[in-house]
């Protein structure tokens, strides 16, 4: 099946709902990894917005990427309850391990405060790293 | 033999799966189920045989947990001291039940608020709502049934329920726990309000870095659809903008928009979602309310103190021994918190810092133990609660480091829209930055600019770029749309007053701000 086609399957999936441009946004991200610009210009046509309205919202949020990740990503939690927990270093640390291997984003809280430094790869969360369990974890992406 | 692990995403990161896995293949005769958790992260994963707790448990450990021979071994969960002293009514189920399991929410008392609620009738609810005295648990504290109440009397043929799970903060988790551990108390609150108000649609938005609550949510909704319809409920998720935690940000996200924030007036409760009459609360809100109306009012207003009634699920994180969720009666004090039931720091250094309700919380030092926690005491120590949330910093924190982070968040999510919020915070990490590096470089000169005769010439000493940071402080507070700009000073000046020993301030300066 083409993209544009496919584009316009996830649309109609979302057709019923009020609103629905961010529900069709996160469809797009997950199958295609990037909102890309014939991307905007079909959900400008299909979902009656300009394209300076669909181009707003994906840029405004951290989620949508407009090229698609070389490497896996790995999501660092970088927010205050980690840094309690050494975060920061953690983070100067792995860099090397991580150069070709991954991409390190940050995130600022995965909700799993009490037990940092945490990172989430995928829909998967690991806790209490140090600089040997973020380098496996690294290792066997 | 019961062997109960619970499935929440903390314990799931701390490794409950392969702990769970592990007792599989050991004892296949074994009931083993997957339970909420009981909130004691740093006991996680946590083991419960027959009543019996143990943890934090390895794969290494389950022999010896079997056998009962377990040096993890914590004795009857229910009786632990952090469990025993809570008031636990949010979250009554936490640890106990399984998250999905219809049976066993009804068995604990599930949906006899939304049964009596239905029985006594839309106004008969916003004024048991209002009579509990249950303020907003997001962070603004205003009255739930004050709202309602508004949304109820509000025209309009379509009127919306907005739970706001965009559970931002750092050191906050409570919305999630309660999201993947009981989520038909949610769905119960939900539809309550739901009736109160006139409203049969509500929206549950959650930041995306919740996949398991997420999943959690829309699997209760479609097994408990027929008990709550005509109410129907969908989740929105967001898309990792920390402002979007802002209601008006919120309902703009909810539309399809940039999550920039709206002025007030309109109140979205005469103008909300899609310019409808809505109620937008928080994930312990709603929660909340299935326990005032199963059991009235006075039995929610007799927990708490002041004008803070009922019950906070407060959030110990951070450089603590015992971190965990510790649901009590407002007017515990934070050195309780952080000291008793917190166990002071994991590190054993002492405690340097502690910041209460989130990134825009303002840092409290050791004198300020006495705080009893309550919306009004904080307050009136330059403070707020927020969302419940306690992050503590052992000495190592250098608070000119967390003041700058602090600008630099605000600069990373502001949504752009008012100029105090989106070019304040930039200029607050410069003057930091400049605090940091001993002052205004060469290049930054501006001698170079003659006509420019009030500029400075020579930049501004260490006092006079703090000074600056007050006045731009102070314009962020009262200038912002919204909490993000308004509050970021509340850590910035909070360790700026309590630590100028950190930012190299003289002692003139030092009496000035204190």
Same mark, same amino acid.
């Given at each position: 099946?083409?993209?544009?086609?496919?584009?316009?399957?996830?649309?109609?999936?979302?057709?019923?709902?009020?609103?629905?441009?961010?529900?069709?946004?996160?469809?797009?991200?997950?199958?295609?990894?990037?909102?890309?610009?014939?991307?905007?210009?079909?959900?400008?046509?299909?979902?009656?917005?300009?394209?300076?309205?669909?181009?707003?919202?994906?840029?405004?949020?951290?989620?949508?990427?407009?090229?698609?990740?070389?490497?896996?990503?790995?999501?660092?939690?970088?927010?205050?309850?980690?840094?309690?927990?050494?975060?920061?270093?953690?983070?100067?640390?792995?860099?090397?391990?991580?150069?070709?291997?991954?991409?390190?984003?940050?995130?600022?809280?995965?909700?799993?405060?009490?037990?940092?430094?945490?990172?989430?790869?995928?829909?998967?969360?690991?806790?209490?790293?140090?600089?040997?369990?973020?380098?496996?974890?690294?290792?066997?992406? | 033999?019961?062997?109960?692990?619970?499935?929440?995403?903390?314990?799931?990161?701390?490794?409950?799966?392969?702990?769970?896995?592990?007792?599989?293949?050991?004892?296949?005769?074994?009931?083993?189920?997957?339970?909420?958790?009981?909130?004691?992260?740093?006991?996680?994963?946590?083991?419960?045989?027959?009543?019996?707790?143990?943890?934090?448990?390895?794969?290494?450990?389950?022999?010896?947990?079997?056998?009962?021979?377990?040096?993890?071994?914590?004795?009857?969960?229910?009786?632990?001291?952090?469990?025993?002293?809570?008031?636990?009514?949010?979250?009554?189920?936490?640890?106990?039940?399984?998250?999905?399991?219809?049976?066993?929410?009804?068995?604990?008392?599930?949906?006899?608020?939304?049964?009596?609620?239905?029985?006594?009738?839309?106004?008969?609810?916003?004024?048991?709502?209002?009579?509990?005295?249950?303020?907003?648990?997001?962070?603004?504290?205003?009255p739930a049934g004050i709202k309602w109440k508004?949304?109820?009397?509000?025209?309009?043929?379509?009127?919306?329920?907005?739970?706001?799970?965009?559970?931002?903060?750092?050191?906050?988790?409570?919305?999630?726990?309660?999201?993947?551990?009981?989520?038909?108390?949610?769905?119960?609150?939900?539809?309550?309000?739901?009736?109160?108000?006139?409203?049969?649609?509500?929206?549950?938005?959650?930041?995306?870095?919740?996949?398991?609550?997420?999943?959690?949510?829309?699997?209760?909704?479609?097994?408990?659809?027929?008990?709550?319809?005509?109410?129907?409920?969908?989740?929105?998720?967001?898309?990792?903008?920390?402002?979007?935690?802002?209601?008006?940000?919120? /309902? $703009?996200? %909810?539309? #399809? @928009?940039?999550?920039? &924030?709206?002025?007030?007036?309109? !109140?979205? =409760? /005469? $103008?909300? %979602?899609? #310019? @409808?009459?809505?109620? &937008?609360?928080?994930?312990?809100? !709603?929660? =909340?309310?299935?326990?005032?109306?199963?059991?009235?009012?006075?039995?929610?207003?007799?927990?708490g103190m002041g004008r803070s009634r009922g019950?906070?699920?407060?959030?110990?994180?951070?450089?603590?021994?015992?971190?965990?969720?510790?649901?009590?009666?407002?007017?515990?004090?934070?050195?309780?918190?952080?000291?008793?039931?917190?166990?002071?720091?994991?590190?054993?250094?002492?405690?340097?810092?502690?910041?209460?309700?989130?990134?825009?919380?303002?840092?409290?030092?050791?004198?300020?133990?006495?705080?009893?926690?309550?919306?009004?005491?904080?307050?009136?120590?330059?403070?707020?609660?927020?969302?419940?949330?306690?992050?503590?910093?052992?000495?190592?924190?250098?608070?000119?480091?967390?003041?700058?982070?602090?600008?630099?968040?605000?600069?990373?999510?502001?949504?752009?829209?008012?100029?105090?919020?989106?070019?304040?915070?930039?200029?607050?990490?410069?003057?930091?930055?400049?605090?940091?590096?001993?002052?205004?470089?060469?290049?930054?000169?501006?001698?170079?600019?003659?006509?420019?005769?009030?500029?400075?010439?020579?930049?501004?000493?260490?006092?006079?770029?703090?000074?600056?940071?007050?006045?731009?402080?102070?314009?962020?507070?009262?200038?912002?749309?919204?909490?993000?700009?308004?509050?970021?000073?509340?850590?910035?000046?909070?360790?700026?007053?309590?630590?100028?020993?950190?930012?190299?301030?003289?002692?003139?300066?030092?009496?000035?701000i204190s």
């Open positions: 099946m083409d993209k544009t086609a496919r584009l316009g399957e996830i649309v109609a999936a979302h057709a019923g709902r009020e609103g629905p441009l961010l529900p069709v946004l996160h469809d797009i991200q997950s199958e295609f990894g990037c909102i890309d610009e014939e991307t905007k210009r079909f959900l400008a046509s299909a979902l009656n917005l300009s394209r300076a309205e669909v181009h707003g919202v994906v840029s405004f949020y951290h989620d949508f990427k407009s090229e698609p990740a070389k490497l896996p990503v790995l999501k660092l939690c970088r927010a205050e309850a980690c840094q309690a927990r050494g975060c920061d270093s953690l983070a100067a640390e792995i860099s090397v391990v991580a150069k070709d291997r991954c991409e390190i984003e940050t995130v600022y809280c995965l909700g799993l405060c009490s037990v940092g430094p945490n990172a989430m790869i995928g829909a998967d969360v690991h806790a209490r790293l140090d600089v040997g369990k973020l380098t496996q974890l690294i290792e066997a992406l | 033999m019961r062997i109960a692990i619970s499935d929440d995403a903390l314990a799931l990161a701390c490794g409950a799966d392969q702990v769970a896995e592990a007792i599989a293949k050991a004892a296949p005769d074994a009931d083993i189920i997957r339970v909420s958790s009981w909130g004691m992260s740093w006991l996680e994963p946590l083991v419960e045989v027959d009543g019996i707790g143990y943890g934090p448990a390895t794969v290494d450990d389950v022999a010896a947990i079997l056998d009962g021979s377990s040096g993890l071994n914590i004795g009857r969960i229910a009786n632990h001291p952090f469990i025993a002293r809570q008031q636990r009514l949010t979250f009554a189920r936490a640890g106990i039940t399984q998250p999905l399991d219809l049976d066993e929410y009804r068995a604990t008392g599930g949906w006899l608020g939304l049964e009596k609620a239905r029985a006594a009738g839309a106004d008969a609810v916003i004024e048991t709502v209002t009579d509990s005295g249950l303020r907003g648990r997001g962070g603004a504290g205003f508004t949304v109820a009397s509000a025209d309009g043929p379509q009127k919306y329920i907005v739970c706001n799970a965009d559970e931002g903060d750092s050191g906050t988790f409570a919305d999630r726990m309660l999201m993947e551990g009981d989520p038909y108390c949610l769905i119960e609150g939900m539809a309550i309000a739901g009736l109160a108000v006139g409203a049969d649609k509500g929206y549950i938005y959650v930041r995306s870095e919740y996949p398991h609550a997420i999943a959690k949510l829309n699997a209760a909704i479609l097994a408990s659809a027929h008990i709550v319809t005509p109410f129907d409920i969908e989740v929105r998720v967001g898309a990792g903008a920390y402002v979007c935690g802002e209601e008006t940000s919120l /309902l $703009e996200s %909810l539309e #399809g @928009k940039r999550g920039e &924030v709206r002025a007030k007036p309109p !109140l979205p =409760a /005469l $103008e909300g %979602l899609f #310019g @409808k009459p809505t109620v &937008v609360n928080n994930v312990l809100t !709603l929660a =909340a309310v299935p326990y005032i109306l199963a059991n009235g009012a006075k039995a929610y207003a007799d927990y019950t906070m699920p407060i959030q110990l994180a951070g450089n603590l021994k015992h971190g965990g969720l510790f649901e009590t009666a407002f007017g515990i004090t934070l050195g309780e918190l952080v000291n008793d039931i917190g166990g002071g720091t994991e590190s054993g250094e002492p405690v340097k810092a502690v910041q209460v309700g989130g990134p825009l919380g303002a840092f409290h030092p050791a004198s300020d133990f006495h705080l009893p926690f309550d919306y009004e005491s904080f307050t009136a120590a330059d403070g707020l609660i927020g969302h419940g949330g306690i992050v503590v910093f052992d000495e190592s924190a250098d608070m000119l480091a967390q003041a700058r982070f602090a600008m630099e968040f605000c600069a990373a999510e502001s949504c752009g829209k008012c100029t105090p919020c989106r070019l304040g915070s930039v200029r607050g990490m410069e003057v930091l930055d400049r605090i940091k590096t001993g002052g205004r470089a060469a290049a930054d000169s501006v001698e170079s600019l003659p006509q420019m005769h009030n500029a400075p010439k020579q930049g501004r000493s260490t006092d006079e770029e703090l000074s600056l940071i007050s006045d731009l402080c102070e314009t962020m507070k009262f200038g912002s749309l919204c909490a993000l700009g308004g509050f970021t000073p509340y850590p910035v000046m909070s360790a700026i007053r309590h630590w100028p020993e950190d930012f190299g301030a003289s002692a003139d300066m030092v009496k000035d």
